[in-house]
């Protein structure tokens, strides 16, 4: 009842209104907590908290940027300690988690996740700490596939977890529509009374094998406002609350987007600290 686990497999106790339960309370609990704001970040913690989703162009210097996407795009993924793939429908998302390669050989990379903005604008966001940024960063270099019968479930809008969680990317190529921009519907990370409803439903009416990342249907989608899609230039930040309502359009076959990804999700919700640990999806 009080995990992170994105649903408690209980019908009866979900009948009773226990996901709606935890939706609010884990809500209340993060917003009792405290963490004082850099002025460097205050606007674009400010633009989170509202809309869900903030943009930062030209987070780094260019010469920063530079060295960072050499590092990053010369890795060979098949042989770098820590590289595995994930495929989604026809498109391949290739990853290499940082904790697994040797920073000796990434200054770059160490550099960025050790950036005082970067730091500060996450941990407002989560209002918590969240020591070593590495232990949560993946490279990620997602490639589009030819549209297939099997469609990529990420392109489907959906509400990650149940909670304020919080992913960035740092996107090292431009991301255009042909490369699988991520889409956000703006202030669907903020409770109504409607998106409760919604909670209650998918709770109460799941099956065993569906996803508990919760997929918002047809009826739900057509009252959204239209999504903001995320066409940007190379060196920008994205900072988006994956409680939000997002997906990823599929892309044109062979198209790629990488970008230093980072997930922080806390590993005790209902707790004021937010637990001494955070959980990385792998």
């Known amino acids: 009842m009080f995990s992170d686990k994105k649903i408690v497999a209980s019908k009866p106790l979900n009948l009773m209104g226990l996901q709606v339960f935890r939706s609010v309370g884990a809500r209340l609990v993060h917003h009792c907590r405290h ?4 002025a460097s970040v205050a606007d674009k913690v400010r633009q989170v908290e509202q809309n869900g989703i903030v943009l930062w162009h030209d987070f780094l210097a260019s010469d920063h940027f530079n060295s960072l996407r050499a590092e990053c795009m010369n890795l060979p993924v098949s042989s770098t300690p820590g590289s595995y793939v994930r495929n989604s429908g026809p498109n391949r998302d290739a990853r290499v988690r940082v904790s697994d390669l040797d920073l000796s050989r990434v200054p770059a990379l160490v550099r960025f996740l050790a950036d005082s903005h970067l730091r500060a604008l996450l ?5 918590r700490r969240l020591g070593d940024l590495g232990q949560y960063a993946k490279i990620e270099h997602l490639t589009q596939g030819a549209k297939a ?6 392109t489907e809008l959906h509400s990650d977890i149940y909670f304020t969680s919080h992913k960035a990317w740092l996107y090292l190529t431009d991301v255009t ?3 699988g921009p991520l889409t956000y519907v703006e202030r669907t990370h903020l409770l109504t009374p409607d998106r409760l409803y919604r909670v209650y439903e998918h709770s109460a009416t799941m099956k065993s094998d569906d996803d508990p990342s919760r997929r918002v249907n047809a009826r739900e989608s057509a009252s959204l406002p239209k999504p903001t899609v995320v066409v940007c230039r190379a060196n920008t930040l994205v900072v988006a609350n994956t409680c939000g309502y997002h997906a990823r359009l599929q892309g044109a076959a062979g ?3 990488c970008s230093i990804h980072i ?14 640990r955070t959980f990385s999806k792998s």
Do not use: N
């Open 177 to 179: 529509m042909a490369s």
């Open 263 to 276: 997930e922080v999700r806390a590993k005790r919700p209902f707790r004021l600290d937010g637990g001494a």
């Open 255 to 257: 198209e790629e987007r």
């Open 149 to 154: 019968e099997k469609r990529d479930p990420q």
């Open 35 to 38: 963490m004082k704001v850099d």
């Open 123 to 127: 941990e407002a966001a989560e209002r």
